[in-house]
């Protein structure tokens, strides 16, 4: 595709439920990072993916939280019993490797836990 | 890690240059810096980049001084679709992008 797609767009669930968020990179793109923002905050990173294996996984909040790029391209993000400070905004975003090069965004996926 | 300071909000007004000055005291020797710019319910977008001294493209300039220890992002010519948050990223060591708050910079008539 032209750019980074995310879906779903938008995600409601209920407290103690399972999720998974997806991100499609744009071709070619090896590095794979994901965030989340909050209302008024900057994008807080979670993990970032070269490859298929996760570079630096230091964000992730704690073990609800998974990530996976079996393939190399396609990740999910994986949210166990959600929360409702859960509740964000979740980007994505592809790189080409190396340090320096420009990141594309997707338009994210707005999760809501009720 | 480098961390970065910048101003949480700016006010200008159409037609006038817009400077956001970062601070980012810490950079490591191979540190890029880079600006991203996002609007309400959309990801960041790419602006600028620079290593040292000046860069300019067709959105913005980026001014870098010789002690890499603070930058400023420099807009000519601000219109209202110009309000939107300004982040300054200096990227980490193993290539991940860490944002902080970003400036608001909201463009009145």
């Known amino acids: 595709g032209a750019g980074v797609s995310q879906t779903p767009s938008n995600k409601v669930t209920e407290k103690g439920k399972y999720v998974e968020l997806r991100c499609d990179p744009i071709s070619g793109h090896t590095a794979l990072y994901w965030y989340r923002q909050s209302l008024g905050q900057g994008p807080e990173f979670l993990i970032y993916?070269?490859?298929?294996?996760?570079?630096?996984d230091s964000g992730l909040p704690n073990d609800r939280f998974f990530a996976v790029r079996p393939e190399g391209s396609v990740s999910t993000l994986k949210i166990q019993r959600t929360e409702r400070g859960d509740s964000a905004v979740y980007l994505c975003a592809s790189s080409f490797p190396g340090k320096n090069t420009e990141a594309f965004f997707g338009q994210g996926t707005r999760l809501t836990v009720v | 890690l480098a961390k970065t300071t910048q101003p949480i909000s700016m006010d200008s007004y159409e037609g006038q240059e817009v400077n956001i000055t970062c601070s980012h005291n810490?950079?490591?020797?191979?540190?890029?810096i880079t600006w991203y710019q996002q609007f309400p319910s959309q990801g960041p977008r790419f602006i600028i980049q620079g290593y040292k001294t000046k860069v300019t493209n067709e959105v913005a300039s980026l001014f870098i001084p010789a002690d890499r220890k603070s930058s400023t992002l420099s807009l000519p010519r601000v219109s209202l679709s110009d309000t939107a948050v300004y982040y300054c990223?200096?990227?980490?060591?193993?290539?991940?992008?860490?944002f902080g708050k970003g400036t608001k910079l909201s463009v009145k008539p």
């Open positions: 993916f070269q490859g298929t294996g996760a570079a630096d």
């Open positions: 810490n950079i490591a020797t191979n540190d890029y």
């Open positions: 990223l200096v990227e980490g060591s193993q290539g991940n992008l860490i």
